[in-house]
């Protein structure tokens, strides 16, 4: 189901019929559908003649799981293989894009030699020996402005008034600024001496015909922009963002600012995933709310015109987690259950060339399997190398903190001056933990935790929302 003017979702009614199949009707759009439910929790028979690649974990359980480490070889291994598109944008749209080609100059930066002060050019030659007590006079034979063109020739004796940026004429070799020149009439008296080029902004001393400028894959920052614009390139190729598709599934979900019914929720994740999408580079494709039923959630897959799809909830064992099934029927879910803590339900896998993850449906499992996983792979198609889009600073552990061997935990916590606070590890659905924490750091598998005074690296969310620094260079883990 999906709720184009982007209202409540709600759940979609049962109605009673009389024919042998239920049927739902939408009270938002106005739908009604039959549901033929070819997908039933599975009995035992069912799953014993499943293909040994993909295991129907629906109300029997995860049996194994993958490691992090794994998950992103999967990533890696995918990311490998994706098409890069471009496309040609003006360069006023530039920033926050990726380059798709590499650009040289096709001209010298600055284009002439222009003056760096303002003041007087002259022949350096001609101010040796200048001094407060012994200054040269000169003649003022014209003056040189910037964007005008200087046709004098400078003989010895003679200067022009000359203002910054503008072209130093021929036979000067050197710019006197206005505060060592005393000005009378037509004549200076110069109180400094200058050697050739002083203050002469030379001919492609920025950049010269052929240079450099933007390497292919690079994240266009507003300097790179900037840097387009002063070699007088109109418009930059750049890579089309991956189109990212979010499923929201949940019969208990309704959109913010409705009635709340009982026993229903406000929806959470797509606004978080949206920014998170964004702030990755990716290009938001659609949002579809659909109601946990396998017709819906299989249409909204096959659709065309994404390039990951990131579905949220009903990635675990319950009788209604139908995407992991789905998703193995459609394409494949090589990855599925991961031994962290929390997120460990999350699903990754393909349908056809659109990568799909599976984020569980509880906020903070959803923000952390994101993070660790579909954003990676998004950032990865950016050409965006970095394993976090998080600054990272290291800080000293406050209190001790365990984990079982063999399970990576992403722990929430508080950075007041260089201690960390840890917050939380488990609590999987109380959003506000992400809100209240500075950011997290990570227990590897192959740790049993940290004890207290363990210098750790600590992800910081956002450092505008927490513009604490610390200074300990070196962590005690890595
Ligand atoms: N027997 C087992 N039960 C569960 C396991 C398990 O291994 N064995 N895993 C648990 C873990 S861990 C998680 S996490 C959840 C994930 O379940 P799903 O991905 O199927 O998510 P849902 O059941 O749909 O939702 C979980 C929770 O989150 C709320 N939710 C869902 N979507 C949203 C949203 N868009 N905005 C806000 N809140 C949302 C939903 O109402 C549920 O409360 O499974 C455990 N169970
Ligand atoms: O991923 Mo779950 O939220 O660990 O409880």
Not at 30 to 52: D, H, S
């Amino acid at each position: 189901m999906e709720t184009g003017d982007g209202k409540r979702l709600g759940n979609p009614f049962l109605r009673n019929d009389s024919s042998s199949h239920p049927q739902f009707h939408c009270q938002y759009t106005g739908n009604t559908f039959r549901v033929p439910l070819p997908i039933e929790t599975p009995t035992w028979q069912a799953l014993m003649q499943q293909p040994p690649s993909f295991r129907d974990v629906r109300m029997s359980g995860f049996r194994d799981r993958n490691s992090v480490a794994e998950a992103w070889e999967w990533i890696d291994s995918q990311s490998s293989s994706f098409p890069q598109v471009s496309e040609t944008v003006p360069l006023s749209s530039a920033y926050g894009r990726w380059a798709a080609t590499t650009i040289t100059s096709p001209i010298n930066v600055p284009p002439f030699d222009r003056s760096a002060m303002d003041g007087f050019a002259v022949i350096a030659d001609d101010t040796t020996g200048a001094t407060n007590f012994q200054p040269t006079t000169m003649r003022i034979v014209g003056h040189s402005y910037p964007g005008t063109p200087c046709t004098i020739s400078l003989k010895s004796g003679e200067c022009v008034q000359i203002m910054t940026g503008a072209p130093i004429p021929e036979g000067a070799d050197a710019v006197v600024p206005i505060e060592y020149v005393d000005v009378s009439s037509d004549r200076i008296r110069v109180t400094t001496t200058v050697g050739p080029m002083k203050n002469i902004g030379r001919i492609g001393e920025d950049l010269k015909v052929g240079d450099a400028v933007i390497q292919q894959g690079q994240f266009l920052r507003p300097q790179d922009v900037a840097v387009l614009a002063s070699i007088g390139a109109p418009e930059v190729s750049v890579l089309l963002p991956p189109r990212v598709r979010i499923i929201v599934t949940g019969n208990e979900l309704v959109q913010p600012g409705t009635d709340l019914p009982d026993h229903q929720i406000y929806e959470a994740n797509s606004f978080l995933l949206r920014g998170a999408v964004t702030r990755d580079g990716g290009q938001i494709e659609s949002i579809q709310f659909v109601a946990d039923d396998p017709q819906s959630i299989r249409a909204a897959l096959e659709q065309s015109g994404a390039d990951i799809i990131l579905i949220s909830g009903g990635s675990s064992v319950g009788a209604e987690d139908y995407a992991p099934q789905l998703v193995a029927d459609l394409g494949e879910l090589p990855i599925h259950g991961i031994r962290m803590r929390p997120s460990s339900p999350t699903g990754m896998g393909r349908i056809e060339s659109t990568v799909i993850f599976l984020l569980p449906g509880n906020p903070v499992s959803c923000m952390c399997a994101y993070d660790f996983f579909a954003g990676r792979f998004l950032r990865k198609l950016c050409n965006d190398t970095r394993d976090w889009p998080f600054p990272a600073t290291i800080g000293e552990l406050a209190k001790k903190v365990s984990s079982p061997l063999g399970r990576t935990d992403y722990c929430r916590a508080q950075l007041r001056g260089n201690q960390i606070h840890p917050l939380a590890i488990s609590g999987a659905s109380i959003l506000s933990s992400t809100t209240r924490a500075d950011g997290f750091f990570i227990i590897p598998e192959e740790s049993e935790g940290f004890s207290s005074g363990t210098r750790v690296p600590i992800y910081i969310y956002d450092d505008r929302r927490s513009p604490q620094r610390v200074s300990n260079p070196q962590p005690d883990i890595v």
